[in-house]
């Protein structure tokens, strides 16, 4: 009978992994090629702002050259810049592809030089590899000069997936290990529960993640078994969401210098035909926003690639950067009712990494600017502390307990599920900030009686 039901058992467990596992897979495979693609795209933009002034004025130099050179062998990857023509001008690897062979006839490269990016997959007869593409336009303002193509084996996709389904089958080893183990002692009163197990996990299997079983029935081995399926359940659920909220890391940077860009436009186009000067003088300020962008990128570039590595640092004016990024919100402060003050005793230089202090005056500004109520102030306080410069951002909100303050930093927490975001700009800031060898902290803002009364966010820096 015991080997009876342990067969049993073994089926089931088989079942709910199978079912599991397949689902699971194909979704970290298709998340896996989703986060590479988005990776290789971004990568191909910053390849594509370095060749394009040697495209337009066709000089083309060594220095790009070995730049795409460089970027290829470092990342496995194969690198090809295209011309307006359609012909290959630089090469990563010109044993495989010469200079001047015509690309016209590739489907991804006809879709970049119409301005759009393309990404795909094909089959190379002579690598005799199955390659993954990106595609991206060489582009200035409405002019396209070329395009630059990324392509790289499908091993890397492979690999990636490898490593993240890895802990998901020493989940599923255990699972199957504790439910062989109880099969010995329970009887067949189980049959019911287990059942209930098997459906559950076939509307897992369909990719619904959300279900869990009841903990407080049956044997105590039951509840067991049911409690670390649950578990089980309850991990793959967390990874899945986090792997979702992952890819958007860069979109949520980009977004706070994309809302100021829009808005600098909106009034260049107010005031386009009554006050072409101050139209010209957004513009110039929407062109600075655009550059600030391309820091941004390649700030999270650097970030990305340093992972633990020594990360290189300048020497940043941090008054005067204060003053830039307060002129640069207040458009909207000024639309939500709500003043943005500077207090400082002078010159501030610190030593970061040349973007970290910009991109933490911009989180905590706009962290303030979403909670602080009309007729309030948003105040942007430096100071020193021994050989520290210290920035501060303070509020008027309604705060958080002293408990929030300490995880808020952490990667994908959020204070209110309900509010857009993704919990990601704070944890950016605290690697910005560690990385440049400083540290950042939340506290409640007591007023006289010691109610609290907002928020003060604050990031220390290295003194230059």
């Known amino acids: 009978m015991r080997k009876l039901f342990l067969a049993s058992m073994l089926g089931v467990s088989a079942t709910v992994v199978g079912a599991y596992g397949a689902s699971t897979f194909s979704y970290i495979q298709q998340t896996e090629q989703q986060r590479i693609l988005t990776e290789f795209e971004r990568d191909g933009f910053v390849i594509a702002g370095r060749v394009e002034e040697g495209l337009e004025d066709n000089a083309l130099n060594d220095a790009l050259t070995a730049l795409v050179t460089n970027y290829a062998t470092s990342n496995n990857t194969r690198v090809v810049v295209i011309d307006q023509s359609g012909k290959s001008v630089i090469t990563s690897h010109p044993e495989e592809l010469a200079l001047g062979e015509d690309f016209t006839n590739r489907p991804e490269i006809a879709a970049a030089l119409t301005g759009n990016v393309a990404t795909g997959e094909r089959w190379s007869d002579t690598l005799q590899d199955q390659l993954v593409y990106v595609a991206v336009p060489v582009i200035s303002g409405s002019t396209i000069y070329g395009a630059v193509r990324l392509s790289f084996s499908h091993d890397e996709i492979d690999a990636a997936v490898a490593a993240g389904t890895l802990f998901l089958w020493w989940i599923a080893a255990g699972s199957i290990a504790l439910s062989v183990i109880l099969s010995w002692y329970i009887s067949g009163r189980v049959i019911r529960p287990l059942k209930l197990i098997e459906a559950q996990a076939e509307i897992m299997g369909a990719g619904d993640f959300t279900g869990r079983l009841v903990e407080n029935k049956g044997a105590k081995e039951i509840r067991t078994l049911v409690h670390a399926f649950n578990g089980m359940a309850e991990k793959v659920e967390s990874l899945m969401r986090q792997q979702r909220t992952f890819a958007s890391d860069a979109s949520h940077q980009l977004r706070t210098p994309l809302t100021a860009l829009l808005l600098r436009l909106e009034r260049a186009r107010e ?145 209110d599920s309900t509010r857009e975001g993704n919990g990601l700009g704070l944890a950016i800031v605290k690697h910005l900030v560690e990385s440049s060898g400083g540290s950042v902290s939340l506290s409640p803002r007591l007023d006289d009686a010691g109610a609290t009364r907002g928020l003060i966010a604050r990031a220390t820096f290295p003194r230059g």
């Open 271 to 415: 005031l386009v035909r009554t006050n072409p000067v101050g139209a010209e003088e957004r513009l110039g300020a929407a062109e600075e926003e655009i550059q600030r962008l391309n820091s941004i990128v390649e700030g999270l570039l650097v970030i990305a690639r340093a992972d633990g590595g020594r990360v290189e640092t300048g020497l940043v004016e941090l008054s005067i950067l204060a003053r830039d990024r307060i002129e640069g919100w207040e458009p909207l402060c000024e639309e939500k009712g709500v003043k943005i003050t500077l207090e400082t005793p002078g010159a501030m230089v610190c030593s970061a990494i040349l973007t970290a202090p910009e991109q933490v005056l911009d989180n905590y500004i706009d962290n303030a600017l979403s909670h602080a109520p009309a007729n309030s102030t948003v105040t942007v306080r430096l100071s020193t502390d021994g050989d520290k410069v210290v920035a501060e951002v303070l509020d008027e909100g309604p705060g958080l307990s002293p408990e929030d303050c300490e995880r808020a930093f952490d990667r994908f927490w959020r204070a």
